[in-house]
């Protein structure tokens, strides 16, 4: 292992991705065990949110919240304590279509409700008032780049607070005309929650440090589509590598020059 | 936490353009604010708009950043020098070693809100030239500052709307003290755009008048736009009296997406962490730079915590009604607002406020005084009820 001051063991894991609904689905299709199929990306309704957000829920908050408590069930961790960093590559698409399309209209009286959800930390301040998480909650963007940008401030996070933290990245698909501009296709997301101490229900160690060398990509020419063209699921080579209980090394894509290697070491 | 140089730092406002312009702004309690002109927008409120940005040119190798954001952010980093003091930066500690972390809260969404003017008419298709990735995406702002400066360490975009550009401090603090990099470029960048005008409009939050933070008949924001950018590193060697970063506070309200917890719960958490971050008790605290946004709930909330937490101890007030809210900005304009207040030994008033809320019991400060301050905290909230407290100090 490097000497790297980033060091978190995994508690859990939440994921959901087109074809994928959960962290168990995606590890069967990253081990072999299960061929993938490919399919739209099934996002649950979050239960942890009153009724009336529930049905209004939009499909980038309904990514994070499942995710996000799916680690959380995963980890059997109380999300009520939980400090949170939300990476995500954009904002919620389809929101920020119909505001725009509207403020391009003779009637610029935009809704209130369209516009405090246009902000990069919606789906944040749902979780926020669905947990009733008062710890620190970061909210990231590095475009193509955050998944690697979260997984950077969460390890910080742990390395100096000693408290964990749960990594929630995710992303959504803008709708035409935006979609030609930014061809995300679907929802898709990852969760870890990390911790600074070892309890029974540990997953794997993980040390990240920053290097030169290339991105791993994925064999299967499916999952390596959903690598590229989900920004959070840059983090696919590292849950083949949980997946396989293999210890080793493994090069996550963040932002060339730099890219970020994990050495993992299985529980 | 270990305790951070700001070994250069710049802001630019409606007030001016940088440091001279801002202290003499806040030192004679002028504002920026006037009546909104920005567009083609109509609507009742006053703005603080920057003048000049349109006119600014990006290098040509970066053309596809350009738009009004990105204009904003290169001025802003080619002002008080601090262009030069980044590139030195690089020169001691190389181009992985310094790391970029602003704070945005609609980045250059305008461009797309203009864009969406431009649509073809038979296909609906926006026009060829929208960048969507160099000018909308919240990290456009950033990855434009490390493609400027030629940089190839960590980058990242904090947007957490209006705590976004002081929680940048709170992250770039915490890889520099695990040594990950050696220094790194913070700030915040927000320009005026339709979303933000139209939206707060709509949550009839924006006053049709200068706002008027803390004061009793305060009746909503005035929105401005702005860049402060602050250089962090190491502080070993820093000169008496160089500005410091000495801690840190984060918190969440947990309770709405636009309206703050009513006791301030949230604030007061963040300014608790901030306080035990710097090792310091509130009675450490010379001046208290505020959120004050001039919505009745806001204030009230956060003077509830501030009076909770500082009694009326703390001479404070907002500088919002100098600058606007500038939103993702707000948070490192304040933070140089800060830093001015330490090195010139100045105590900004509240520039629009007339009559201090007699409800909101702290030591608000109507007028500009000089005082010997020694060290401040800046509070910055923002919608989503994300909370952030910075304290800054002054080198022995």
């Keep these: 292992m ?16 087109p074809g994928l609904p959960d962290w168990p689905a995606a590890r069967a299709v990253l081990r072999g065990e299960q061929a993938y199929a490919a399919a739209p990306s099934v996002l649950p309704a979050p239960a942890l949110l009153p009724p009336a957000e529930r049905r209004r829920a939009s499909r980038v908050v309904k990514t994070a919240l499942a995710i996000g408590l799916e680690a959380v069930a995963h980890a059997g961790a109380d999300a009520a304590t939980l400090a949170t960093v939300f990476a995500a590559s954009g904002a919620d698409g389809h929101n920020c279509h119909a505001l725009c399309e509207q403020l391009a209209s003779d009637d610029r009286q935009i809704s209130p409700t369209r516009f405090h959800n246009s902000v990069h930390n919606a789906a944040a301040g749902y979780w926020g008032i669905a947990t009733g998480s008062m710890a620190p909650c970061q909210v990231l963007c590095a475009c193509d780049a955050s998944f690697g940008a979260g997984l950077l401030d969460a390890l910080a996070q742990v390395a100096l607070a000693r408290t964990p933290v749960l990594l929630i990245a995710y992303d959504s698909e803008y709708p035409e005309p935006l979609h030609a501009k930014r061809d995300t296709p679907d929802c898709g997301g990852v969760a870890l929650l990390l911790s600074a101490a070892r309890s029974e229900r540990a997953l794997a160690a993980i040390r990240v440090s920053p290097t030169a060398d ?54 | ?28 309690s002028r504002s920026g604010l006037a009546p909104c002109a920005f ?6 409120t006053w703005v603080g708009e920057v003048a000049g940005v349109d006119d600014e040119k990006l290098p040509a190798a970066l053309a596809d950043y350009d738009c009004r954001n990105n204009r904003l952010t290169r001025m802003g980093l080619e002002t008080d020098g ?47 030239d929208f960048n969507y990735r160099t000018t ?14 030629g940089l190839e360490g960590m980058a990242m975009t904090i947007s957490t709307a209006c705590s976004s550009s002081a929680k940048v401090f709170a992250a770039a603090a915490r890889q520099i003290e695990l040594g990950m990099i050696d220094a790194a470029i913070v700030g915040g960048v927000d320009t005026l755009c339709l979303t933000t005008l139209y939206g707060f409009a709509s949550l009839q939050l924006t006053s049709p008048q200068p706002c008027r933070p803390y004061d009793a008949a305060r009746d909503g924001i005035s929105i401005g736009e702005g860049a402060g950018f602050a250089l962090l590193e190491r502080v070993a060697g820093a000169a008496p009296g160089s500005v410091l970063l000495l801690g840190a506070g ?23 962490a901030a306080l035990k971050s710097a090792g310091l008790a509130p009675d450490d605290i010379d001046y208290i730079n505020l959120h004050g946004t001039a919505t009745p709930a806001n204030d009230a909330a956060e003077g509830t915590a501030v009076a909770a937490l500082f009694g009326g101890r703390a001479p404070c007030s907002s500088t919002k009604g100098a600058t606007g809210h500038t939103l993702g900005a707000a948070g490192a304009i304040e933070a140089v607002i800060c830093a001015l207040a330490l ?32 060290r401040v905290l800046s509070n910055s909230f923002g919608f989503g009820g994300s909370n952030c407290s910075l304290v800054f100090g002054v080198a022995a």
């Design chain 2, 136 to 149: 909308h995406n919240s990290f456009s702002l950033t990855e434009f500052t490390r493609a400027y400066f």
């Design chain 1, 214 to 267: 290339v991105a791993a990509q994925l064999a299967d020419p499916e999952l390596e589509v959903l690598r590229t063209s989900i920004p959070a699921l840059r983090v696919l080579p590292l849950l083949k590598r949980l997946a396989s209980g293999e210890r080793g090394r493994v090069c996550l894509d963040y932002l060339a020059p730099m890219q970020l290697v994990a050495d993992v070491e299985p529980c």
């Design chain 1, 2 to 17: 490097n000497a790297s001051p980033l060091n978190a063991w995994i508690e859990g894991i939440g994921f959901l991705a």
């Design chain 2, 250 to 272: 984060e918190s969440s309200d947990a309770y709405h997406m636009s309206s703050p917890h009513p006791q301030g719960l949230g604030a007061k958490l963040a300014m608790e």
């Design chain 2, 1 to 28: 936490m270990t305790p951070l140089l700001l070994s250069a730092f710049t802001a630019t406002s409606c007030l001016g353009r940088g440091l001279d312009a801002t202290r003499h702004a806040l030192r004679s």
């Design chain 2, 343 to 374: 090195t010139d030994g100045l105590l900004p008033g509240s520039p629009g406020t007339a009559t201090p809320d007699p409800a909101i019991p702290v030591q608000y400060l109507l007028e500009s005084r000089s005082s010997r301050v020694r």
């Design chain 2, 82 to 128: 601090f262009g030069d003091r980044v590139r030195e930066a690089i020169a001691r500690h190389g181009k992985t070693r310094v790391g970029v972390f602003l704070g945005t809260s609609t980045a250059g969404i305008l461009q797309t809100e203009l864009a969406y003017r431009r649509r073809d008419p038979a296909t609906g298709a926006l026009p060829d």
């Design chain 2, 39 to 44: 567009e083609t927008v109509k609507l009742d």
